[in-house]
């Protein structure tokens, strides 16, 4: 194999990998399913570095006890949280360790288990989740509006989700439905 | 692979010969070509791939000040375009034979490689495990490194694996990183291939690196105490040590540097031994006692087939033997509180000390005299402030421990060059060196 081919083959490869990581995510970010989730207001000190936004939801804290489910979660693991719109709100109403079959217009994101924490007694524990849309780069000048909503706690997030439940931010709005940022692809 | 002491002397040696007639003065150069002398590092390499250092953060640079200005499609194709500028540069320069600034093209690529994983993360908000990322990045430094062929990208490889396990140690607690030994096999075997001495030295501090990161995994896992899992770096070492010592008789310097660095581990291990603390347990876990018996077994029959092919001495045996034996004992001891094992305990160590030595004199091992002095002078400090400093008033224990340092720096420095210049250099194919 001459030098070149040798080093052509190191291009693809690499190319292969970074062109993956895109198509990756377009794939869920393309997805016909979308679930607005309601942002809530984090701790003012860490919440904004730069362009960097940090977003938690009400399904970041899941009470198990609460909702049916399996009740087999390791840490590191992965959760999955059926989501049904309820009053025009996404709230969840079960918790699986392995993807569950799904009800006619539930839809199921995944998480994962970053906490485990234990009540009193044989009662199920809370979950602490991450579900990959957690922190967001937005563009210069963008970053400081979306703090002040989110604050007031009046900030939604648009989530696409794809059938093993990877979600993806496509938009952020006001809780009256203004659009404050919408991500595209390219 | 020869050693660069080797080499040295190699060289000083012919040019003795050849004035001697022994050797014409013509097959200098086909003499030192077949011991490898021509693959030093050279100046030009280090000069080049600082310079592509600087134009991959220059070009970095310039796309982090125009990032904002740039929409996402714009962005991707300058990411993969400066990839693929940086390997179309370097296929130019290997094509015309210009080797060294071709590899320095090949480690920016890889370096460009990294950054266009980070920033297409970024711009497409891509939350993952992040440690992932930098795995991909070495795996990618690896890929290079096995199908270009290039010394440059397994260091760089070597270097982001560790970085790898560090993050996952340092950020999501991972009790046994596995996956990275896995990925240190591949560079190790590399390392081998290339027959690269700093690659050497690298495979083995990525190693040593992720036990240290691990060894507290090691003692959850097992239910292991302090003073037992400090033993994993007396035992482990030392069998490697004996393990290498045959291979030594065949003058490959890729054992002589591995167990040079097993010694030195070996060393601080069993000197630091006792300070380590016996968690109350009062019985070491029967998972260390198998570990213990294996590795003494281990590093006590390499060192009998190491007598057989005249690799090391009767003496050396038994200094096999006296660590492993001291070590169990001692570990065994601790854990019944027996505080008067602190004298015994540095009184082994002496002797394990002036082991060292003797092996370092008798071998002309430079690395292993020096060690063993440095060690030695450690030794009598530690013993001073053991033995004296609450048994003496303070002016008179620093007054005395300032004289000991001074006596001390000049005796031992005296000592060693005295033993040194028995040992011109370390006998890279005598089969003897440490």
């Given at each position: 194999?001459?030098?070149a081919?040798?080093?052509?083959?190191?291009?693809?490869?690499?190319?292969?990998?970074?062109?993956?990581?895109?198509?990756?995510?377009?794939?869920?970010?393309?997805?016909?399913?979308v679930?607005?989730?309601?942002?809530?207001?984090?701790?003012?000190?860490?919440?904004?570095?730069?362009?960097?936004?940090i977003?938690?939801?009400?399904?970041?804290?899941?009470a198990?006890?609460?909702l049916?489910?399996?009740d087999?979660?390791?840490?590191?693991?992965?959760?999955?949280?059926?989501?049904?719109?309820?009053?025009g709100?996404?709230?969840?109403?079960?918790?699986n360790?392995?993807?569950?079959?799904?009800?006619?217009?539930?839809?199921?994101?995944?998480?994962?288990?970053?906490?485990?924490?234990?009540?009193?007694?044989?009662?199920?524990?809370?979950?602490?989740?991450?579900?990959?849309?957690?922190?967001?780069?937005?563009?210069?000048?963008?970053?400081?509006p979306?703090?002040?909503?989110?604050?007031?706690?009046?900030?939604?997030?648009?989530?696409?989700?794809?059938?093993q439940?990877?979600?993806?931010?496509?938009?952020?709005?006001?809780t009256?439905?203004?659009?404050?940022?919408?991500?595209?692809?390219? | 692979?020869?050693?660069?002491?080797?080499l040295?002397q190699?060289?000083?040696?012919?040019?003795?010969?050849?004035?001697k007639?022994?050797?014409?003065?013509?097959?200098?150069?086909?003499i030192?070509?077949?011991?490898?002398a021509?693959?030093?590092?050279?100046?030009?390499?280090?000069?080049?791939?600082?310079?592509?250092?600087?134009?991959?953060?220059?070009?970095?640079?310039?796309?982090?000040?125009?990032?904002?200005?740039?929409?996402?499609?714009s962005?991707?194709?300058?990411?993969?375009?400066?990839?693929?500028?940086?390997?179309?540069?370097a296929?130019?320069?290997?094509a015309?034979?210009?080797?060294?600034?071709?590899?320095?093209f090949?480690?920016?690529?890889?370096?460009?490689f990294?950054?266009?994983?980070?920033?297409?993360?970024?711009?497409?908000?891509?939350?993952?495990?992040?440690?992932?990322g930098?795995?991909?990045?070495?795996?990618?430094?690896?890929?290079?490194?096995?199908?270009?062929?290039?010394?440059?990208?397994?260091?760089?490889?070597?270097?982001?694996?560790?970085?790898?396990?560090?993050q996952?140690?340092?950020?999501?607690?991972?009790?046994?990183?596995?996956?990275?030994?896995?990925?240190?096999?591949?560079?190790a075997?590399?390392?081998?291939?290339?027959?690269w001495?700093?690659?050497?030295?690298?495979?083995?501090?990525?190693?040593?690196?992720?036990?240290v990161?691990?060894?507290?995994?090691?003692?959850?896992?097992?239910?292991?105490?302090?003073?037992e899992?400090?033993?994993?770096?007396i035992?482990?070492?030392?069998?490697?040590?004996?393990l290498?010592?045959?291979?030594?008789?065949?003058?490959?310097?890729?054992?002589?540097?591995g167990?040079?660095?097993?010694?030195?581990?070996?060393?601080?291990?069993?000197?630091?031994?006792?300070?380590?603390?016996?968690?109350?347990?009062?019985?070491?876990?029967?998972?260390?006692?198998?570990f213990?018996m294996?590795?003494?077994?281990?590093?006590?029959?390499?060192?009998?087939?190491?007598?057989?092919?005249k690799?090391?001495?009767?003496?050396?045996?038994?200094?096999?033997?006296?660590?492993?034996?001291?070590?169990?004992?001692?570990?065994y001891?601790?854990?019944?509180?027996?505080?008067?094992?602190?004298?015994?305990?540095?009184?082994f160590?002496?002797?394990?000390?002036?082991?060292?030595?003797?092996?370092?004199?008798?071998?002309?091992?430079?690395?292993?005299i020096?060690?063993?002095?440095?060690?030695f002078?450690?030794?009598?400090?530690?013993?001073?402030?053991?033995?004296?400093?609450?048994?003496?008033?303070?002016?008179?224990?620093?007054?005395?421990g300032?004289?000991?340092?001074?006596?001390?720096?000049?005796?031992?420095e005296?000592?060693?060059?005295?033993?040194?210049?028995?040992?011109?250099?370390?006998?890279?194919?005598?089969?003897?060196?440490?």
């Amino acid at each position: 194999m001459t030098v070149a081919l040798r080093i052509l083959v190191i291009v693809a490869l690499q190319t292969a990998a970074l062109a993956y990581m895109i198509y990756d995510r377009i794939s869920v970010f393309s997805s016909s399913t979308v679930v607005t989730l309601k942002v809530k207001p984090v701790d003012p000190s860490d919440m904004f570095r730069g362009d960097y936004v940090i977003l938690t939801y009400d399904i970041s804290m899941i009470a198990t006890n609460d909702l049916p489910g399996d009740d087999k979660y390791v840490q590191g693991g992965f959760a999955y949280v059926t989501l049904e719109e309820r009053d025009g709100a996404w709230t969840p109403t079960a918790v699986n360790s392995s993807m569950p079959a799904q009800a006619p217009g539930a839809v199921v994101i995944r998480g994962q288990v970053d906490g485990v924490m234990h009540n009193s007694g044989n009662e199920p524990p809370q979950l602490r989740l991450t579900y990959g849309i957690e922190s967001f780069f937005v563009p210069q000048g963008q970053g400081k509006p979306i703090e002040d909503e989110r604050q007031k706690g009046e900030l939604t997030a648009d989530i696409a989700v794809d059938a093993q439940g990877r979600g993806a931010l496509r938009s952020l709005r006001r809780t009256d439905g203004t659009v404050m940022y919408v991500e595209s692809l390219f | 692979m020869r050693p660069p002491f080797y080499l040295r002397q190699l060289k000083r040696d012919l040019e003795e010969w050849i004035a001697k007639g022994l050797v014409p003065a013509s097959s200098r150069d086909a003499i030192l070509e077949s011991a490898g002398a021509g693959s030093r590092t050279r100046l030009d390499l280090i000069f080049a791939v600082f310079g592509v250092i600087l134009v991959g953060a220059g070009a970095m640079s310039f796309v982090a000040a125009n990032w904002e200005m740039m929409g996402k499609f714009s962005r991707l194709v300058v990411l993969f375009g400066t990839m693929w500028a940086a390997y179309a540069i370097a296929i130019y320069f290997l094509a015309s034979a210009r080797d060294v600034i071709g590899q320095a093209f090949i480690l920016l690529g890889v370096l460009m490689f990294g950054a266009n994983i980070m920033l297409i993360a970024q711009t497409y908000n891509i939350n993952a495990h992040f440690p992932d990322g930098v795995m991909l990045w070495a795996l990618g430094a690896l890929a290079a490194a096995v199908i270009a062929p290039s010394r440059a990208a397994l260091a760089a490889a070597l270097a982001l694996g560790s970085l790898w396990t560090w993050q996952e140690f340092s950020y999501f607690d991972v009790v046994l990183h596995i996956p990275f030994l896995f990925f240190w096999a591949a560079c190790a075997a590399m390392a081998f291939i290339f027959a690269w001495r700093p690659g050497v030295h690298l495979t083995i501090l990525a190693l040593i690196f992720w036990f240290v990161l691990n060894t507290e995994g090691f003692a959850r896992l097992l239910g292991w105490g302090e003073v037992e899992s400090v033993t994993i770096y007396i035992f482990v070492p030392l069998a490697l040590w004996s393990l290498m010592q045959l291979f030594d008789a065949r003058g490959n310097a890729f054992s002589v540097t591995g167990s040079h660095y097993a010694f030195f581990i070996f060393l601080v291990a069993y000197f630091v031994l006792h300070f380590a603390d016996n968690n109350d347990k009062a019985s070491p876990d029967s998972s260390w006692v198998i570990f213990a018996m294996t590795m003494s077994l281990i590093a006590f029959a390499a060192g009998v087939v190491g007598i057989s092919r005249k690799a090391i001495n009767i003496v050396d045996l038994l200094g096999i033997a006296f660590a492993c034996v001291t070590t169990i004992a001692y570990v065994y001891l601790v854990q019944r509180n027996d505080e008067a094992l602190d004298v015994p305990y540095l009184a082994f160590t002496l002797l394990i000390l002036l082991w060292s030595l003797q092996r370092g004199v008798r071998t002309e091992d430079r690395f292993v005299i020096n060690l063993s002095t440095v060690f030695f002078g450690l030794w009598v400090i530690y013993v001073y402030f053991v033995l004296f400093s609450d048994r003496i008033d303070t002016t008179v224990f620093f007054l005395v421990g300032g004289l000991l340092l001074i006596l001390l720096g000049l005796g031992l420095e005296g000592m060693r060059r005295r033993l040194v210049a028995t040992a011109p250099a370390a006998p890279a194919a005598t089969g003897t060196a440490s």
